[in-house]
């Protein structure tokens, strides 16, 4: 399966400000995800990272709060904009297995932010 | 959309004993039922996965059923070990495209 490299792993951020998160796999993937998982909770879907095109987001996130790039097959950045202690979570990187159906998920690391 | 309820939300059980974690989803639609692991400060990795044209799958310890007329799936572990300590969760997708619909987890506690 796919190696996915997440940074930062984690960090500390003041209230108003954006960090991006950064996530390189090692081979092309067709498909590629963003997930939140808050403290104790379940991972839920962010976004769809498209190449070439707009993200794909799910009810609830909007491009402004969470604008997303994918340049190529293999790299994608998820920012998150004016943070606020709510956006303290882990965000996850995925990508869809190729070889075994776009279905199956190998997930990064995960950054985990804490938003003071 | 879809949906994914899991239960129990937490599962203690002795150590060689058995346990068993229920999902059920709503769309019918969906063909595929992957089953996470967590550990604490882990990510998710996958341990189990079951697609709609297969009642039954089994890797070593771990079995996973799947009854799509009643849209229900169960993981089964057998002979836990301290190990198998970990929250656990299931996830569906097929009916709008790749992407996962996760349940809620399942905090399962081997005990010695």
């Known amino acids: 399966s796919a190696v996915i490299s997440q940074k930062p792993s984690r960090d500390i951020c003041q209230r108003g400000t954006s960090l991006t998160i950064q996530c390189q796999v090692d081979?092309?993937?067709?498909?590629m995800f963003w997930y939140r998982q808050q403290p104790g909770q379940s991972l839920t879907l962010i976004a769809t990272?498209?190449?070439?095109?707009?993200?794909?987001?799910e009810s609830g996130f909007v491009i402004d709060k969470f604008p997303i790039s994918r340049p190529n097959l293999t790299f994608s950045t998820l920012t998150v904009s004016n943070m606020s202690p709510e956006d303290s979570s882990i965000y996850l990187c995925?990508?869809?297995?190729?070889?075994?159906?776009?279905?199956?998920?190998?997930f990064g690391a995960g950054s985990r932010l804490t938003v003071l | 959309g879809e949906n994914v309820e899991q239960h129990p939300s937490t599962l203690s059980v002795q150590e060689g004993d058995s346990a068993v974690i229920k999902c059920t989803y709503s769309?019918?639609?969906?063909?595929?039922f992957p089953w996470y692991k967590q550990e604490l400060g882990k990510r998710p990795q996958l341990i189990i996965d079951?697609?709609?044209?297969?009642g039954e799958k089994k890797d070593q310890r771990i079995a996973v059923t799947l009854n799509k007329t009643a849209k229900h799936f169960s993981l089964h572990i057998t002979e836990t070990q301290p190990e198998d300590s970990a929250v656990y969760f299931c996830?569906?997708?097929?009916?709008?495209?790749?992407?996962?619909?996760f349940g809620t987890g399942t905090q399962l506690k081997v005990e010695l």
């Open positions: 995925s990508v869809g297995d190729s070889y075994s159906g776009a279905n199956v998920l190998t």
């Open positions: 081979s092309q993937v067709t498909m």
């Open positions: 990272a498209n190449q070439g095109s707009e993200a794909t987001y």
């Open positions: 769309d019918s639609a969906s063909n595929y």
């Open positions: 079951i697609r709609s044209n297969v």
């Open positions: 996830a569906a997708s097929g009916g709008g495209g790749n992407k996962l619909t």
